[in-house]
Every structure is written in C-alpha cells, then in structure tokens.
C-alpha cells in the first residue's frame, strides 16, 4: 500500500483507464493501437452476422463449424473474381501490414521488426508463404497469393525458414522468441511468431480445404490439414497446433492486418476473431476437456473445451475489471497477470474451472446497488474496493468517499 495512489479522482482516472485497457500480446500499445482495436471490433461485428453470428457459432462444432465458416469464406473471398495477384500483395502490405508508429512501414513477419513499406525488388523483405508453395501453396492460384496467408518477412528471415514445417522438435521450424524494433512495445508482451502461424496453417486449412461434403469454391486438394502433418508437410502435429495457437493468441498486430485483409479481398481470418473455434473445429482430433467459469465472470476468448497443452484467456469481473485473484480447479500449471487479467494454462489434468476470488476487499468488486470506486497503486494493479462512505487511509492521510 506504500506507493497507493491517494487522490480519489486519480483513483477514478486509473480504474478507466485500465478498464479499457489492450494487451492481448499487442506489439504496439499506443493511442493508435486503441484507435486500430476500436476499429477491429467494428469490423468484426459487421463480417459475423446470420448463421456466423457469434451465438451461433457457439452452438456449433466439428465438421458442422468447418462447413458454416468454409461456405463464409467462399461467399466473400473475392481473389478469384478481380485482378488479384502474387505481384499486386507487394503495394498493398503497407496498408495492410502497416506500424501504427511509423508512417510507411510494415511490420516483418517472423521478427515483428520495423520495415519500409516500399518495395525495393525483395532486398529488405519478400514474401512468405506460411503454407508452403512447394506443398500446395503455388503463387499463380489464389492459396498462393492470398493477403491472409502471404506475409511480409525480412529476405533474411525468410531464407532461414524455407519450406520446412512448423514444429518443436528437431528438423521443425520454431519462431519462438521475438524482440520488436518498435518503442511501444511492451516487454511485458514479449513472444513469438507460433501463434500467427497456427492460425495462417488453419485458415489455410478452413478457405481451402474440404471435411466431408463441405468445400467451397476455392477448394484446393492440397490443403488437407491432417494429411499435412510430419515433416514433409506443414506442421508437426494437430495437438503442437493448437500448442502454438492457445498459447499465444492474436495480437494486435494481427488485429489490423485482418482488417487490412478483409479490406483487400473480402474476407477474415475466423481464428483471430473467434481463438477458440480452433478447439472445437478440431475437436475430434484430439482428447478435449471442458472449460467453465463462474457467472460473475466474462473471458476472452470463450473457451467451452481445451487440450491438454492448455490455453491463454482474458478475465473480467462483473464490474468489467481485471479480478485481484483468481481459483482455477482441475490443474495446477496455471499462472494469473491482475494487471491485465490475463490467466494461462500450461497443462491440463482434466476439465477446467475458474472463479474469482470470494472476498469482495481482494478484486475490484463493488456490491449491487452500491456506489464505488477501484483503488489501483501507481503501475495500475488492483489492490482493493472502496464502498461509499468508507474511510480511506494512505500514507497516514484519510480519505472519505
């Protein structure tokens, strides 16, 4: 309580603040990157409407999901009705890939390092294709040319990848660990590449693939997820997939290339939008456990299964604030952050539940029908509630509310 901030409507300030608070792993956490996450949720709503709605979305799963979000997909990717190309993704990355912070310049696949946006004939950076040319993905059909798949990547970078798989184990493609040449980037946040490529792999897998009698008209024999596993394919396994894709959900980075994509050519990535369809799609593919919270809680993503490689969500209380402190049953490799209300499952024992604590003095709480007010100390983490009325003391002074 030393370093509580002691004047009420900086109190206030610092509860509206975190409140609206984005992390999300975000590579940048600026006034634009609140601007571009308003924006992301406009676009979102607007695309996922009728049979996609999310409501019903959720009351879907397996081949059922797959066939909902594949006929999505054909009915409003448009590169095979205009003069899309290999050639035309070079002048578009830079609205598409743009930095928020730097004016002309794209964030680099794999490394998230600051480039400039214009082409210069790939001396500073080319074009990466996530699902491999040479497995399916060939640059004259659209698989190959598809702004959601084929990224902006240093020539470096690229060069050091080649065609060869993603995976963990020897003779796999890993891009873990991700130092961002940009000031606004929290250390806090400091990731990897796993999760932006799990869910390019899925996408893939989703606009062109085929399970049972669904495919649209973009189907391509080649992308055929699980007969794409090992290392002649296009990752290690169905359960590391799901690995990289919970443990390291969407940033905000691949918050506005979807947009700037959707833009482009009409359509989304469902797996930056909605994480956790990626459970339930591939739900028979592997051992799933069942996920509950309780109903004074909301978490990002909605998670209603999960493997055993556990997963990332984000937790607000009633009130719509980060809880103090959490209880989560059924494992005990989890880990909580109160300062963004973010709760990570490393490893799974078996169906999953999570509550916020019970003592209403230890999360940001304020009681039906009464007044309050949040007290954060000064690097925003929560430390305790206010009823109206009460005696505040900090540093020897009081403070009535």
Excluded at 241 to 270: A, C, F, I
């Amino acid at each position: 309580m030393k370093k509580t901030a002691i004047i009420l409507s900086t109190i206030l300030l610092a509860a509206s603040v975190w409140a609206q608070q984005i992390d999300m792993q975000a590579h940048v956490g600026s006034a634009e990157g609140l601007s571009a996450y308003d924006d992301y949720l406009d676009e979102q709503a607007n695309y996922y409407v009728g049979a996609c709605a999310p409501s019903a979305l959720a009351t879907l799963s397996g081949d059922q999901l797959f066939g909902v979000l594949n006929t999505l997909m054909g009915n409003t990717c448009l590169l095979e009705t205009g003069s899309y190309s290999y050639n035309s993704l070079r002048s578009a990355y830079v609205g598409v890939d743009r930095d928020l912070n730097n004016t002309g310049c794209i964030i680099g696949y794999y490394d998230g390092r600051t480039l400039n946006g214009t082409w210069d004939g790939g001396n500073t950076w080319n074009r990466e294709h996530t699902w491999p040319q040479s497995k399916g993905a060939d640059k004259s059909i659209s698989m190959g040319h598809d702004m959601q798949s084929v990224r902006p990547t240093s020539t470096a970078v690229n060069s050091d990848r080649g065609n060869t798989a993603y995976g963990e184990s020897s003779n796999y493609y890993d891009p873990t660990d991700v130092s961002i040449n940009n000031t606004a980037y929290k250390a806090i946040n400091r990731g990897s590449y796993r999760g932006d490529a799990a869910r390019v792999i899925l996408y893939d897998y989703l606009v062109y693939g085929k399970v049972g009698n669904y495919q649209n008209s973009l189907y391509n024999g080649n992308a055929q997820l699980l007969s794409k596993l090992g290392t002649s394919g296009v990752f290690e396994s169905v359960a590391v997939l799901l690995k990289w894709h919970m443990e390291d959900p969407p940033s905000l980075t691949e918050m506005v290339r979807n947009d700037g994509g959707q833009n482009y050519q009409g359509n989304r990535n469902p797996f930056i939008d909605f994480p956790e369809i990626a459970v339930e799609i591939l739900c028979n593919e592997v051992t799933t456990y069942n996920v509950t919270v309780a109903t004074s809680l909301t978490m990002w993503p909605m998670y209603r299964h999960t493997t055993k490689k556990g997963f990332v969500v984000y937790l607000r209380d009633a009130t719509g604030n980060f809880p103090a402190e959490v209880q989560v049953s059924g494992t005990s490799n989890w880990t909580y952050e109160p300062a963004m209300g973010r709760l990570t499952v490393t490893n799974t024992t078996g169906n999953v539940s999570i509550a916020a604590n019970s003592d209403p003095s230890a999360i940001n709480d304020v009681t039906a029908g009464h007044e309050g007010a949040a007290v954060y100390d000064i690097l925003g983490r929560p430390v305790s509630s206010m009823q109206k009325g009460q005696i505040y003391i900090s540093n020897g002074k009081k403070f009535v509310y």
